[in-house]
C-alpha cells in the first residue's frame, strides 16, 4: 500500500503539469545472500522499462524538459518472489528558459514489501 501512496505523489506533480520522466533506477542487494543476483538485475531493467518505456502523455517533450528522477530500491531480504526493500525516491524539476533543475520530493519508504517474478508483466 506504501508504495502505491508513494508512486502517486511522485506522479501526482506529473499528470497534473503532463510532462514525460528521464527516470534512473537502480536495485541494490547488499545484504541479500542469494546465489543467483540476476533476478536483481531483471527488476532493475522491468523498472526502468517501466518507468522510461511508458508515455505519460501525448505531447511530445525534449529530452531536457523531462523531469529527472531517480528510484533506488535497496532489498533487505527475499523469501521466494517476496522481496522486503527500502524505496527512495528524488526528482526535480527544470527551470524554465534555464540548464537547472529544482529539486522537488526526496522520499525515503523503510517498508515496501512486494512480490515480483523474473519474465512476468
Do not use: H
Not at 500500500?1 to 536495485?27: C, D, H, P, W, Y
Not at 522510461?52 to 531517480?70: L, M, P, V
Amino acid at each position: 500500500m506504501k508504495i502505491r501512496f508513494i508512486l502517486f505523489l511522485v506522479f501526482l506533480g506529473n499528470v497534473l503539469s503532463a510532462q514525460e520522466l528521464r527516470a534512473t533506477a537502480k536495485v541494490l542487494s547488499p545484504e541479500v545472500q542469494a546465489t543467483n543476483k540476476d533476478i536483481f538485475t531483471a527488476l532493475e531493467t522491468s523498472l526502468d522499462n517501466f518507468l522510461n518505456g511508458n508515455s505519460w502523455t501525448d505531447y511530445k517533450y525534449a529530452d531536457e524538459e523531462r523531469i529527472e528522477c531517480s528510484f533506488i530500491l535497496t532489498v533487505k531480504s527475499l523469501n521466494g518472489n517476496k522481496f522486503d526493500a527500502t524505496l527512495q525516491v528524488q526528482y526535480s524539476r527544470p527551470i524554465y528558459g534555464s540548464k537547472y533543475n529544482s529539486p522537488v520530493l526526496n522520499i525515503l519508504d523503510k517498508d515496501v514489501v512486494f512480490s515480483y517474478r523474473e519474465n512476468e508483466p
